[in-house]
């Protein structure tokens, strides 16, 4: 497709201290108005993929979707984030979406549980939650939506079937509250579903990325798998500065020789030996469901049950295999639905 004839994309940024904001180019006045306000940044994969699978469920009814980015994994300030939760509050007011989609539990934080909570309007969705919905006590008579869960279980028993004779997993991740959350699960999940398919599964939080280096380092001979969760939030021991995900993954890629097992999204593009990974679009697809139940029926959205996203994405990468001499069993490559050759 030549690039001259794809529409283009602007991007507005508000005043200080106010969240990113981009208006979808598909926007009808006709249609019902719908925010979507991100935690994050208009490029994550996780973040696009969610705007996609909205986007999609909304279709039909040709909404205005308007669109914001609170960028919490570089902006760690939370008065920086009260402030550009505030700026929503203000464009909330003035515009009067009927339906707020809330993307991640900065989000949650920030925005809907102290300010948008128990209101009469807008009815609220949430997506990708990982704290337990008591925290921001969710539902609510205006508020549902999607829970996110990791495919732990389904993680390890795939990566068993690759290295067979694996037993010991360092499950390694930053000290986001993300984090956090994900462990708790990871924890439930084990004591709801008894043992998982690799024995021996340890944990490990670090805030720094030389943290990080040494737990890696550390893992190569204490640990058969290297799981890797978050470390999108990792700061620089000397600067203080949070390390770019790209640069912690190009370093852990060059220096980990074992096998590597991811959960998340950018384990499409940071060359993990495989891993079963959520999926941004079917929770951006559940909550886009969601909200046109609220925007066709009329229903209060606290009406409608929580829901917990289901699929689970098996992605192979074969050039990471040839690199670590690892040979996939060819029915796990023909049934992945990600292969990167």
Known sequence: MRWDKLLPLFLIILCAGSPSFAQDSANTPQGPRVFVVHSYHPEYIWVRAISQGIKESLHSLKPRIDTFYLDAKHDLDPESLRAKAQGLIERIAADKPQVVIAVDDPAQIYLVEPHLKGRNAPQVIFCGVNAPLAKYGFPAPNISGVRERWHFREGFSLMR????????????????????????????????????????????????????????????????????????????????????????NAWTQKANKLPTLGFADYVLGHGQLTGVIESGHEQGEVAGGMARQVLERGVAAGSLPVRVNQRGVVVVNLKTAERLGIVIPFAIIQAAGVVVQ
């Open 161 to 248: 079937e690759i290295t067979p004779k694996a037993r010991r997993v360092l499950f390694l991740t930053d000290e986001s509250e993300s984090s956090s959350y994900v462990l708790a699960d990871l924890k439930e999940d084990r004591r709801m579903g008894g043992r998982f398919a690799l024995p021996k599964v340890d944990t490990a939080q670090v805030g720094t990325f030389q943290q990080w280096q040494r737990k890696v380092l550390a893992s190569q001979t204490q640990a058969d798998i290297l799981a890797m969760g978050v470390y999108l939030s990792l700061r620089d021991e000397q600067t203080g500065k949070v390390v770019p995900a790209d640069s912690v």
